[in-house]
């Protein structure tokens, strides 16, 4: 079990309790924090691992109202040096992966692989930060705007850096730290996002974690990836019943519905020409 110093593990969810707290559990498979907080407004939450303390906060309602909370509010709550905050779409899963040197650093989160080399270390859903960037984000010159890790890293971050001295990890100690959408090493501290779950969920694990994701999910684009992802991984019935599913929803998107009915009927022509194939190899034998 590797102790991180400092260090408080924490997580903000009023839409899926349950998995937010399955999110905390398996980081302390990994790690020992020294404390544990899942704020919500939930009054029950399932198979709570009894490591975590729930903290009652106002219901959170949309991703504005969780930006709110995190920049401007999660201060109040921190007692200790460091916050590791994780959300049900992203944890720990490789406690070896962990580096005191993170700590030397504000602010880490997985890079972002569609941004400039310099501003492109940031995703929030699985990230590191000290409690001197949480004070530093109570300047009144710093707005609560969504998302939050835009705000730290992208709209706010000079003004962090000249006023406060910040330091935001650069991209080599953020690609050690987690993935999000960079093809993954296997070495990383922990991952973000719904569509990466294929690397540590077998079909079925897979199968009963997307029975527990709200219908919205299947709405958007990381719906779509997760669909993708599978199909390179070569789970392609897999990748067809969540495309379904997808597709079932009425308020999926006009132009998400259109990506779909592309790539199910690409996948559609590649199983026929591996049937073909095999048909083929048959009759040769």
Known sequence: MIAIPRTSLLCADCQCPALAARALALSLRQCAYERTQLFTDARDVPELDPRIEIVAIPKISSAVEYSRFVLKDLLRFAETDFVQI???????TNGAGWRDAFLDYDYIGARWWF???????????????????????QDPEIKATDPEDNAICLDNRELLERRYGIRIAPAAVADAYAFEGTRPSGREFGFHRLFNFPHFHDEA????LMAMVPDSIFCSEVALTLVRNLLALGRNAEALRYASKAMDQPALPPVLRGDYERLVKAEIKRAHRRERRVREQNRAV
């Open 115 to 137: 941004r400039e080399n310099g501003r492109n270390v940031g995703n929030g859903g699985f990230s590191l930060r000290s409690r001197r960037l949480l004070e530093a984000l």
């Open 86 to 92: 994780v959300q049900w779409d992203g944890y720990v």
């Open 205 to 208: 694990g897979l199968a009963e």
